[in-house]
């Protein structure tokens, strides 16, 4: 069965500071793996997805996440964080990209 | 375009009472998911329509809930009779096809009191 482990759920940094949410999933297939953003009072927003291709994966907002098959791994890192950073950012796995399984969520407050 | 849109935005029910949720998905896509976040846990899946059919729904909790898609276009989200543990943000999704982004409603916070 897959699942998505995000340690951490709160994360604070330093406007410019360097943004680093975890994500590890668990998969018996090769994965589709995404990261959602939350803003207040919106709705989910997709922030990028890895869908086997560069497991580099440059996203939205100067995001971007690299895919690691050895580690279980799909971090989200942005260089040098924004006050508009500040949302609830959810890791989620899919087997074809259809339904999703989603982590906890980490929220990211960002201090000036 | 207009995205997905959810209504109501916010429901507040006593324990026993029946509410219904309804998302509109952005025109033309064929999919429709229902998702729901319990207060503090992850996002879980509910269910998945492909237009009017339900092509998956192992997330529902029970068979207090009810959705429906008439006609493939809007749908609606029954709880009936709702109980405490049902609250939480429902949050709607489509997208075109399967292969394609999802995108997401504001959701619908219910609290059943």
């Known amino acids: 069965a897959q699942s998505v482990t995000q340690l951490g759920s709160h994360v604070s940094v330093s406007e410019g500071a360097l943004v680093l949410l975890r994500c590890n999933y668990s998969s018996s297939v090769p994965p589709y793996l995404f990261w959602y953003v939350q803003y207040p009072n919106q709705g989910l927003q997709l922030l990028l997805k890895y869908t086997s291709a560069a497991t580099l994966v440059k996203g939205i907002n100067g995001f971007e996440a690299e895919f690691k098959k050895s580690e279980t791994s799909f971090h989200l890192t942005k260089p040098s964080a924004h006050m508009s950073d500040a949302a609830e950012y959810f890791c989620?796995?899919?087997?074809?990209?259809?339904?999703?399984?989603f982590g906890t969520g980490t929220r990211l407050q960002v201090f000036p | 375009e207009a995205g997905v849109t959810q209504f109501p935005s916010h429901s507040v029910i006593e324990k026993g009472q029946t509410v219904t949720l309804r998302c509109d998905p952005i025109?033309?896509?064929?999919?429709l998911y229902w998702y729901r976040r319990v207060m503090g846990k992850e996002i879980k899946f509910l269910l998945h329509f492909v237009k009017e059919s339900k092509q998956d729904e192992s997330g529902m909790p029970n068979n207090r809930f009810l959705a429906e898609r008439t006609g493939g276009t809007y749908s609606t989200l029954k709880v009936q009779p709702a109980e405490l543990e049902d609250s939480g943000v429902y949050f709607c999704a489509s997208s075109r096809t399967v292969n394609t982004e999802a995108f997401f409603g504001q959701g619908t916070r219910l609290t059943v009191v």
């Open positions: 025109s033309g896509h064929d999919n």
């Open positions: 989620a796995v899919s087997e074809d990209t259809d339904k999703l399984i």
